[in-house]
């Protein structure tokens, strides 16, 4: 079991040293831990942030788990030597095009979440996200328009398969829950939103028992703090994605509890392989203070042992370690509490 760990900017080695010891607590028999860098740690040690030799390690690995890229010293960088570049890099690297991202309330935490505590007791959703299209892969620059205005630009874009391919990822999903699907796009308004809507709608055929609905982006902003109760599973683009999900982090308390995995169609000997990380960055205003919590990034171990490894009960086990110190009230900064990244680290591991 070769599982690739990269650390990355800020908190990132702050909460991957807690997830890495909450796996070796569990004895896992052949795992192997191989380290890389990325971001701007890597930029500064290679003079780029995805290196050929992690590039090496994430291919040669079942699983990887990933912290946070990110580095305002590395600002003045050209884009492509971004830190961010890093994760893009690996997502479309390893075709890692479906991002799942799980939000539910922790029993305890009903009163600490931006929501009425009977709203937010109501939420168990799963967003679906694509990762590999959209503005962020789509061509992009700045040009000087004849009137001397700078403009930048960023294409939006989604070919049919690529909306195909998630579409099958979430009608599965919904499957697998309560049979409850909502795409969300901005079909009223972008092309690319239209073509989303239609090959959501022809791969809903294969799925006669799913019920899919869909909703526009604004207006699913507003649903998910209204009544969020109503979500099971959504699938939507990059763009929307990532934003909704930050959003659906305070739904439940924190986003330092939201974790996730990027999936492909790769199958190793042991399951499908993917790329495990909190849905957070490297949160600079916090970085090297201890303060972070990293149940985000130890949630996204549990979820690399039930995709990547088939490990569902150990996977479960996690997940009830970390609810467990919860409820007893073993809470960081995010949630009102004082606990730090070490102590909740400690909580979870000792109740493992
Ligand atoms: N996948 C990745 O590696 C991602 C990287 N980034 C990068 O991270 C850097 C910082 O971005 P921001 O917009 O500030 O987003 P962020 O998610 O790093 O932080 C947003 C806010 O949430 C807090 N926060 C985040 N994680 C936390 C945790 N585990 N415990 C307690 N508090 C936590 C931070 O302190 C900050 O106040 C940027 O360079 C950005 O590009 C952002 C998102 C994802
Ligand atoms: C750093 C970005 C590239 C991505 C992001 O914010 C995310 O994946 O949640
Ligand atoms: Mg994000």
């Given at each position: 079991m070769k599982i690739a760990v990269f650390a990355g900017d800020g908190i990132g080695a702050e909460v991957v040293a807690e997830a890495v010891r909450v796996l070796e607590v569990l004895d896992l028999p052949g795992m192997e831990l191989i380290e890389g860098d990325v971001g701007g740690a890597a930029w500064r040690k290679h003079g780029h942030p995805l290196p050929q030799q992690t590039i090496d390690i994430a291919h040669a690995a079942d699983a990887i788990l990933f912290g946070s890229v990110g580095d305002f010293d590395c600002d003045h960088l050209e884009r492509a030597l971004r830190p961010e570049q890093a994760i893009l890099g690996l997502r479309k690297e390893l075709t890692l095009f479906a991002n799942l991202r799980p939000a539910t309330v922790f029993k305890g935490l009903e009163d600490l979440t931006s929501l009425r505590p009977e709203v937010a007791r109501e939420i168990d959703l799963l967003i679906v996200r694509e990762l590999n299209g959209d503005v962020y892969f789509g061509e992009k620059g700045t040009r000087t328009l004849e009137d001397g205005r700078r403009q930048g630009w960023d294409m939006m874009s989604y070919a049919e398969d690529e909306v195909r391919r998630i579409a099958h990822v979430a009608f599965r999903a919904a499957q697998g829950r309560s049979g409850k699907l909502c795409s969300v796009d901005k079909a009223n308004v972008l092309e690319t939103s239209q073509l989303w809507r239609d090959v959501v709608i022809e791969v809903a055929a294969e799925y006669p028992d799913v019920e899919l609905s869909h909703m526009y982006v604004d207006n699913a902003a507003m649903q998910l703090v209204k009544n969020p109760g109503q979500f099971d599973v959504v699938v939507t683009g990059n763009l929307f994605g990532d934003i909704l999900s930050d959003q659906a982090s305070m739904c439940v308390g924190s986003i330092g509890l939201l974790a996730s995995a990027s999936l492909g169609e790769t199958q190793t000997q042991y399951g499908t392989k993917g790329l495990y990380e909190p849905i957070h960055g490297s949160a600079p205003d916090i970085a090297?203070?201890?303060?972070?919590?990293p149940m985000a990034q130890i949630l996204s171990a549990a979820m690399m042992l039930r995709h990547?490894?088939?490990l569902e009960d150990q996977a479960v086990r996690i997940e009830a370690a970390v609810a467990s110190a919860l409820a007893d009230g073993i809470k960081g900064g995010d949630l009102g509490g004082s606990a730090g990244t070490r102590a909740i680290g400690d909580a979870v591991v000792s109740r493992l």
């Open positions: 090297g203070q201890g303060k972070a919590n990547s490894f088939g």
